[in-house]
């Protein structure tokens, strides 16, 4: 009997304290997104703390008048656009029918962006009044009403990562890895959001609900993994390691959508390739240091979804990442 790899999973993952993951216990699959979502799900009190703390360490490392970023002083930036990300999702945190047709007086204000300071804090107040974005419905998507963002970025999140997903792969890893830990390992780095920004393309190529895919998409999966920036950090992602991870990320989600998460068969192609680029930037380790988490999930968002940024926010990320003004990765 093949023995699972990996020890327990380590809560700080989840919250993602750091801007790395090298957990074993899960892979890399849980890491961040549960710590944003739940800030979204949270208390406007618990996002400003949070926010308090990225100020910190903006403050901390942030030298004003200088030409030349650090790593803190990027890391920072990111964290304070997913902080708005979760702020945006916390503002339309309802599942009523009524709240995605309302008018804009009617609908509730969302959270403000980090505050500015003497040392220009990226993100300011913002009101982000009004509703979730019009989206053109698939002709093959259920004329029911959605579930809310928030609702979308966990459904799909849970179907992929829930906890049957996680030990099939570490289990799996033993028989098709001559390192079954260090293959973990490598597969937190980045691997998760490079397997999330994959299932983008699949979308946008079909453009349909995630049940009505082909099997033929997760080839484009498997291609994203061994074509990533990061790849070449991660030299146990052999082929035979990446077909088995999205082999089974694929066939749990495809269940999930007509099984136990139908809510997928209810999301169209439009609002699953949002909350996928949402869970791309929640799950990165460092999207600072992942170029297609920041051009093709990062970006995307704040150009197609109205405020979900603020604007000081984007000028700084327009600051620190070439790609932001050019499309052109550092």
């Given at each position: 009997?093949t023995?699972?790899?990996?020890?327990?999973?380590?809560?700080?993952?989840?919250?993602?304290?750091?801007?790395a993951?090298a957990c074993?216990g899960?892979g890399?699959?849980?890491?961040?997104?549960?710590?944003w979502?739940?800030l979204?799900?949270?208390?406007?009190?618990e996002?400003?703390a949070?926010?308090r703390?990225?100020?910190?360490?903006?403050a901390k490392?942030?030298k004003?008048g200088s030409?030349?970023?650090?790593?803190?002083?990027r890391?920072?930036v990111?964290?304070?656009a997913?902080?708005?990300?979760?702020?945006?999702?916390a503002?339309?945190d309802?599942?009523k029918?009524?709240?995605?047709?309302?008018?804009k007086?009617e609908?509730?204000?969302?959270?403000?962006?980090?505050?500015?300071?003497?040392?220009?804090?990226?993100g300011?107040?913002?009101?982000?009044?009004g509703v979730?974005?019009a989206?053109n419905?698939d002709s093959?998507a259920v004329d029911?009403?959605?579930?809310?963002p928030?609702?979308?970025v966990?459904?799909?999140?849970?179907?992929?990562?829930?906890?049957?997903v996680?030990?099939?792969i570490?289990?799996?890893?033993?028989i098709v890895?001559?390192?079954a830990?260090?293959?973990a390992r490598q597969l937190?780095?980045?691997g998760?959001?490079?397997l999330?920004?994959?299932l983008v393309?699949?979308?946008?190529?079909?453009?349909?609900?995630i049940d009505?895919i082909?099997?033929?998409?997760?080839?484009i999966?498997k291609?994203?993994l061994?074509d990533s920036?990061?790849q070449?950090?991660?030299?146990?992602?052999?082929?035979?390691v990446?077909?088995?991870?999205?082999?089974?990320?694929w066939?749990?989600l495809?269940?999930?959508?007509?099984?136990?998460?139908?809510?997928l068969?209810?999301?169209?192609?439009?609002?699953?390739?949002?909350?996928?680029?949402i869970?791309?930037?929640f799950?990165?380790?460092?999207?600072?240091d992942?170029?297609?988490?920041?051009?093709?999930?990062?970006?995307?968002l704040a150009d197609?979804?109205a405020?979900?940024l603020?604007?000081k926010?984007?000028e700084?990320l327009?600051k620190?990442?070439?790609?932001?003004?050019?499309?052109?990765?550092?």
């Amino acid at each position: 009997m093949t023995t699972p790899v990996g020890g327990n999973h380590n809560s700080k993952c989840a919250t993602a304290k750091r801007h790395a993951c090298a957990c074993s216990g899960c892979g890399g699959s849980l890491h961040g997104w549960e710590g944003w979502v739940g800030l979204a799900k949270g208390s406007t009190g618990e996002r400003q703390a949070k926010r308090r703390g990225i100020e910190e360490t903006w403050a901390k490392y942030y030298k004003l008048g200088s030409k030349r970023s650090n790593a803190h002083v990027r890391g920072a930036v990111t964290d304070f656009a997913r902080l708005e990300l979760a702020g945006w999702l916390a503002s339309r945190d309802t599942d009523k029918p009524s709240d995605l047709s309302r008018s804009k007086s009617e609908s509730r204000r969302g959270d403000e962006g980090p505050a500015g300071t003497a040392t220009a804090v990226p993100g300011e107040p913002i009101d982000k009044t009004g509703v979730e974005p019009a989206i053109n419905q698939d002709s093959s998507a259920v004329d029911l009403p959605r579930p809310s963002p928030i609702k979308q970025v966990e459904t799909l999140a849970q179907a992929m990562t829930a906890e049957t997903v996680r030990r099939k792969i570490l289990t799996e890893l033993a028989i098709v890895s001559p390192d079954a830990t260090e293959a973990a390992r490598q597969l937190a780095n980045h691997g998760w959001c490079d397997l999330f920004l994959g299932l983008v393309q699949v979308v946008e190529k079909y453009k349909t609900t995630i049940d009505k895919i082909p099997e033929w998409g997760k080839r484009i999966v498997k291609q994203a993994l061994r074509d990533s920036s990061i790849q070449a950090k991660r030299p146990m992602l052999t082929d035979r390691v990446i077909d088995m991870v999205v082999d089974n990320v694929w066939s749990a989600l495809k269940g999930a959508a007509t099984g136990e998460f139908p809510l997928l068969g209810f999301i169209d192609s439009k609002a699953t390739i949002r909350s996928l680029r949402i869970l791309a930037v929640f799950s990165c380790p460092a999207p600072e240091d992942h170029d297609e988490v920041r051009e093709h999930a990062l970006k995307p968002l704040a150009d197609e979804v109205a405020g979900i940024l603020t604007e000081k926010t984007k000028e700084w990320l327009a600051k620190l990442f070439k790609e932001w003004m050019t499309g052109e990765a550092e």
